[in-house]
């Protein structure tokens, strides 16, 4: 239930458990849903991000509430503006337990905004951006998804990778393994 959150107010959204195909004409709303999710999960933005704020338009309270399941638990959650992303309220109503913010983010990890945006949201532009990486390109960003931590090995497969070829190239000349193979 979206309270207050772009263009939106006073609105209800359900979505199937399995996957939800977000789908429909420029202007529709559909970033802004996907934001609102991101939003009620990891926080709302701050003053120091202002183009990634939905305040409401209409001058509805800002925030919503949603309803999940994770492991055999079912969970409310209630977001409205307030300090460091917003103040929450967070149920466990298997137990009709009250949860804390903490309790909430332990529940994600390990994971962030960062890779919730990456596996469950993406956009025409995302996927153009695929079309035009090379293989290996391709190949890193497939070993990113749902890899926390990654790109340390990324990076260091890359530093590894000058330092072998700066030792030896099959058909290199001035490498110095390739100079001792050849003498």
Not at 7 to 31: C, I, M, V, W
Not at 38 to 66: D, I, N, R, V
Not at 82 to 89: A, C, E, I, N, S
Request: charged residues 25%; positive net charge.
């Amino acid at each position: 239930t979206i309270y207050g959150f772009g263009k939106f107010h006073d609105t209800r959204l359900t979505f199937d458990k399995q996957l939800q195909l977000l789908y429909g004409p420029n202007e529709a709303g559909k970033s802004t849903i996907v934001a609102f999710i991101t939003s009620m999960l990891f926080g709302f933005a701050t003053a120091k991000h202002k183009y990634e704020m939905y305040q409401p338009k209409s001058g509805a309270t800002y925030g919503g509430e949603m309803a999940f399941s994770h492991q055999n638990h079912d969970y409310w959650l209630k977001r409205v503006d307030g300090t460091h992303g917003g103040d929450v309220t967070f149920r466990d109503t298997t137990t009709d337990t009250l949860l804390t913010k903490q309790d909430l983010n332990a529940l994600l990890r390990p994971v962030d905004r960062e890779l919730f945006s990456q596996i469950y949201g993406f956009s025409e532009q995302n996927l153009q951006a695929v079309f035009g990486l090379d293989r290996f390109a391709l190949i890193q960003r497939i070993q990113r998804i749902g890899a926390i931590g990654s790109d340390d090995w990324i990076t260091l497969n890359q530093r590894l990778r000058k330092e072998a070829d700066a030792l030896y190239k099959p058909w290199g000349r001035k490498q110095p393994l390739s100079v001792k193979l050849r003498e």
